[in-house]
């Protein structure tokens, strides 16, 4: 029986206390994704969400490889020589941003190296994002002639704006980590050494807060940003409502009366 945490030895989940660990681990293509890949992170982020033991996720490359570097090209003249098997990459592309991007715990990106082409759409399918100093980003759809897909599209204009996401394919350019920086494309810089103590730190902190409540702010900022597959405004509504009905609203107004930390359950 597959390992869900372990779907390919290339894609696989650990956990350390609250938070799951993502990691991308295909060095022979420096760390580019194929089909499998691609078809491989729904199932392992449905159950990353499922596991009750799981308050944030952070998704990164294995040990020092890079983050991501985008579609693996030797697919190009396999998978996606003709226009059906393009259409059903970017589909499976699609899929794999709309889990990360919809999934009820908060997903961190830790990026180093490079975050391209589908790579970043993976980045900015993440709620929040860090990147070391040296990160190099950019979508070079321009230069392979293929198209990038609506949903993951918006996305990129949620974190960029459309002027940038133009400049971005227009232009297929790169940029460092301080210009994805002033872009919003990233939301913290800093040196490589400092990376995986910042992302895991971020991590932590994040988990140590009420479950519901995230899920229920993550619901919200969609609905108020109008990224792609929002929920209406009535389930919003229900799961704020679950928030003040929930164990851990008691727990947390009782934590702040005794001046405590609070311990939330999730429940």
């Not at 194929?34 to 982020?45: N, Q, S």
């Not at 950019?138 to 960029?160: D, I, Q, T």
């Not at 996401?165 to 990233?186: C, H, N, P, Q, S």
């Amino acid at each position: 029986m597959t390992d869900p945490f372990r779907p390919l030895d290339r894609l696989r989940a650990v956990l350390e206390g609250p938070v799951a660990q993502v990691l991308v681990d295909n060095p022979a293509r420096r760390n580019a994704f194929d089909l499998a890949m691609w078809r491989a992170i729904p199932p392992l982020f449905a159950t990353l969400e499922d596991d009750a033991r799981v308050r944030a996720i952070v998704l990164r490359g294995a040990g020092d490889l890079p983050f991501a570097s985008g579609a693996d090209i030797s697919e190009f003249e396999t998978v996606r020589a003709t226009a059906a098997g393009g259409r059903a990459y970017e589909e499976a592309n699609e899929a794999a941003f709309r889990a990360v991007a919809h999934c009820r715990k908060p997903v961190i990106a830790m990026m180093r190296g490079f975050c391209l082409g589908g790579g970043l759409g993976l980045a900015v399918s993440c709620d929040l994002r860090v990147a070391a100093q040296g990160c190099q980003f950019g979508v070079p759809a321009g230069r392979l002639g293929v198209g990038y897909p609506p949903e993951a599209m918006g996305y990129v204009v949620a974190a960029v704006g459309a002027m940038a996401a133009k400049d971005l394919f227009f232009t297929a350019r790169r940029l460092d980590a301080d210009e994805a920086l002033r872009l919003g494309l990233v939301g913290k810089v800093v040196a490589d050494a400092a990376l995986e103590d910042e992302a895991l730190g971020l991590a932590a902190a994040v988990a140590a807060n009420a479950p519901l409540t995230l899920a229920a702010a993550k619901l919200a900022i969609a609905h108020a940003a109008g990224l792609p597959g929002a929920p209406a405004r009535a389930e919003v509504e229900a799961a704020v409502a679950a928030c003040f009905d929930s164990d851990d609203y008691r727990e947390g107004r009782a934590a702040f009366l005794a001046k405590r930390p609070p311990v939330f359950t999730g429940r």
